[in-house]
C-alpha cells in the first residue's frame, strides 16, 4: 500500500533547521534580534505598513478588538466557518459576537448578511478568508465605512492572497495572520498583526508583553493590562527562511490545485454531487483544497473510508454557534443553516508543496472510489 499522506504537512527545508541552530547558539532565544527583522521584513511584504509578531494568530485579533476599544456591550459580527477562535477572541474582550450566514459558493461569510445584522451596538466586523479566498474586499470596506464600525480581518489562512493586485495586508484595517504548523508560512507557532500606524503598534507592544513600557535601563511603568503573547526568536528564524519562499510555495499550491480541477474532471460534481471550491486562481492563496460532501454521506465513514486508503483528511470547520459553549449564549441549530450544512458536510483534502501530480491523483482516485 502506499505511503501514508496527511492533509498537509510542514514545508520547513535544511536552512531553517540551521537558523534555528544558530538562535540556539547564540543564547538569545526568546524575543531579539531575529523577531525584530521578521518584523521589519513582513513589514516590507505588507508594503510598509507597521506589524508585530505575537505567539499565537488568535492573541492577535483578541489584541487588535483591545486596541480598538471593544468591549463590554459592544457588538462584534463575524461567521460561523471558522476555527472557534474566530469567536472566542470577541467573549474573551467581553463583547457579544453576532454571526451572519455564509455564502454557498464562497463558504465566507455573506455580506448582504452582515449588513442586515447590523445593529447600534454593532462596532467591529471580523471576516475570515476561508482556505485564504478574500471575501469582496471592496463591500466589506463600503458596509464598514458606512456605519462606522472598525474591521478585523481574520487572515488567518491568507498570507500570500490578494485582492485586485494587491496583497491582503498591505490596504485595510486590522490584519491577522497565522503562522501555526499547517500554514502556507509557518513559525511552528505564531501569528502577526497589520497595523494602521505607529501609535498602534506600540499599543500592541504593550497588549503583547504584560502592558509594560520600558524607558533607560530601570524605567518601567505599566498602564494597560498586557498579557504574555511575545514571539521567540526561535520562531523568527523560521519565519525569515520562509518568508523568501513564500512566492515559490503559492505558485506550486496554485499548480495542486489546477491538478486537483483537472484529475477530478468535467463531470465530477454531476457524478458524485460532491461541491468543489471556487475555482479562483486571482485572489486565493490555495491554502486548503475543500470539498463539501453530498447529502447522506457520513462525513466520519467517508473519512474513515479514505484512511483505509492512507489518505488523510480535515474538517475545516464545524459551525462554531453549534458547539456547547455558544449554545449555552442562547445560539441553536436552525439559526444559520448554510452554515450548518457546510459545517456537516466540509471535507479538506491534501494540498501542500511537497507533494506530485502522481499524490493529488491518487486522492481524487480515492474520493471517487468511495463514493460512486
Known amino acids: 500500500m502506499s505511503e501514508f499522506l496527511p492533509f498537509v504537512r510542514p514545508h520547513i527545508d535544511e536552512a531553517a533547521i540551521v537558523a534555528v541552530g544558530e538562535v540556539l547558539r547564540s543564547g538569545w532565544i526568546t524575543s531579539g534580534p531575529k523577531v525584530q527583522e521578521f518584523e521589519k521584513q513582513l513589514s516590507a511584504y505588507f508594503s510598509g505598513r507597521p506589524v508585530r509578531t505575537f505567539n499565537s494568530g488568535t492573541c492577535t485579533m483578541e489584541i487588535a478588538l483591545r486596541i480598538a476599544g471593544i468591549g463590554q456591550g459592544d457588538e462584534v459580527i463575524t461567521t460561523p466557518i471558522s476555527w472557534v477562535a474566530t469567536a472566542n477572541v470577541i467573549l474573551e474582550v467581553g463583547a457579544t459576537p453576532v454571526f451572519a450566514d455564509i455564502d454557498p459558493v464562497t463558504r465566507n461569510i455573506?455580506?448582504?448578511?452582515?449588513?442586515?445584522?447590523?445593529?447600534?451596538?454593532?462596532?467591529?466586523?471580523?471576516?475570515?478568508?476561508?482556505?485564504?479566498?478574500?471575501?469582496?474586499?471592496?463591500?466589506?470596506?463600503?458596509?464598514?465605512?458606512?456605519?462606522?464600525?472598525?474591521?478585523?480581518?481574520?487572515?488567518?489562512?491568507?498570507?500570500?492572497?490578494?485582492?485586485?493586485?494587491?496583497?491582503?495586508?498591505s490596504f485595510g484595517d486590522f490584519v491577522s495572520f497565522s503562522f501555526q504548523a499547517n500554514k502556507n508560512l509557518t513559525t511552528s507557532e505564531g501569528g502577526c498583526l497589520v497595523l494602521n500606524n505607529d501609535d498602534e503598534a506600540r499599543l500592541a507592544e504593550k497588549y503583547r508583553l504584560q502592558g509594560v513600557t520600558r524607558s533607560g535601563f530601570d524605567g518601567i511603568e505599566v498602564d494597560v493590562l498586557g498579557g504574555k503573547f511575545n514571539m521567540t526568536d526561535i520562531a523568527a528564524a523560521i519565519g525569515l527562511s520562509q518568508l523568501p519562499q513564500l512566492d515559490a510555495i503559492t505558485a506550486r499550491?496554485?499548480?495542486?490545485?489546477?491538478?486537483?480541477?483537472?484529475?477530478?474532471?468535467?463531470?465530477?460534481?454531476?457524478?458524485?454531487?460532491?461541491?468543489?471550491?471556487?475555482?479562483?486562481?486571482?485572489?486565493?492563496?490555495?491554502?486548503?483544497?475543500?470539498?463539501?460532501?453530498?447529502?447522506?454521506?457520513?462525513?466520519?465513514?467517508?473519512?474513515?473510508?479514505?484512511?483505509?486508503?492512507?489518505?488523510?483528511?480535515?474538517?475545516?470547520?464545524?459551525?462554531?454557534?453549534?458547539?456547547?459553549?455558544?449554545?449555552?449564549?442562547?445560539?441553536?441549530?436552525?439559526?444559520?443553516p448554510i452554515a450548518e450544512s457546510v459545517g456537516r458536510r466540509i471535507v479538506t483534502l491534501p494540498l501542500f508543496p511537497a507533494m506530485t501530480e502522481a499524490d493529488v491523483e491518487r486522492v481524487c482516485a480515492a474520493v471517487r472510489a468511495v463514493l460512486v
Open 110 to 169: 455573506d455580506l448582504d448578511k452582515v449588513e442586515a445584522a447590523i445593529t447600534s451596538r454593532t462596532r467591529a466586523i471580523i471576516p475570515v478568508y476561508l482556505s485564504g479566498l478574500p471575501v469582496d474586499m471592496d463591500r466589506l470596506y463600503a458596509i464598514a465605512s458606512k456605519h462606522k464600525l472598525r474591521v478585523v480581518e481574520d487572515a488567518a489562512q491568507a498570507i500570500g492572497s490578494t485582492w485586485k493586485g494587491k496583497r491582503i495586508g
Open 253 to 336: 499550491r496554485h499548480a495542486l490545485a489546477r491538478h486537483y480541477f483537472a484529475a477530478f474532471g468535467a463531470d465530477f460534481e454531476r457524478q458524485t454531487g460532491v461541491q468543489q471550491p471556487l475555482k479562483d486562481f486571482e485572489n486565493t492563496n490555495w491554502h486548503m483544497f475543500q470539498i463539501v460532501l453530498p447529502h447522506g454521506v457520513v462525513r466520519a465513514e467517508f473519512m474513515e473510508k479514505m484512511k483505509a486508503r492512507n489518505i488523510g483528511c480535515g474538517v475545516h470547520y464545524p459551525s462554531i454557534h453549534l458547539f456547547k459553549l455558544y449554545r449555552e449564549r442562547g445560539f441553536k441549530e436552525g439559526m444559520f
